[in-house]
Nanobody, 126 residues
Framework: QAQLVESGGGSVQAGGSLRLSCAAS?????????MGWFRQVPGKEREGVAT???????FYADSVKGRFIISQDHDRGTVYLQMSSLKPEDSAMYYC???????????????????WGQGTQVTVSS
């Protein structure tokens, strides 16, 4: 069964950095062309962070532009999120997504994705 497994979350002080990783297991080449990162805090809707299309075309939410970098090793089916200058408001459960729905764009819109990982917690203290 295809699955996404995230790793790399943890606790860090404001201004610090973390690198998240996501491995796509048993996804076909097509299903892992577009991969993305999303985050969610309790009581709020899941929000998009960044997406990457075959490691070439990337898109970021305004809130993370200039601080986060998404990269993708498409051949290996992995996607990374390098997070720098972290802020307390970046604290959330971070989810990896893949398997873009037909007819949708590779953008950090939760409804565009079919497959999700279990999430990894990121906590930023002030």
């Amino acid at each position: 069964q295809a699955q996404l497994v995230e790793s790399g979350g943890g606790s860090v002080q404001a201004g610090g950095s973390l690198r998240l990783s996501c491995a796509a297991s048993r996804f076909t080449y097509k299903r892992r062309k577009c991969m993305g990162w999303f985050r969610q805090v309790p009581g709020k809707e899941r929000e998009g962070v960044a997406t990457a299309w075959i490691g070439v075309d990337t898109f970021y939410a305004d809130s993370v532009k200039g601080r986060f970098i998404i990269s993708q090793d498409h051949d290996r089916g992995t996607v990374y999120l390098q997070m720098s200058s972290l802020k307390p408001e970046d604290s959330a459960m971070y989810y990896c997504a893949a398997d873009l729905l037909t007819g949708t764009l590779c953008r950090p819109v939760p409804a565009n994705f079919r497959s999700w990982g279990q999430g990894t917690q990121v906590t930023v203290s002030s």
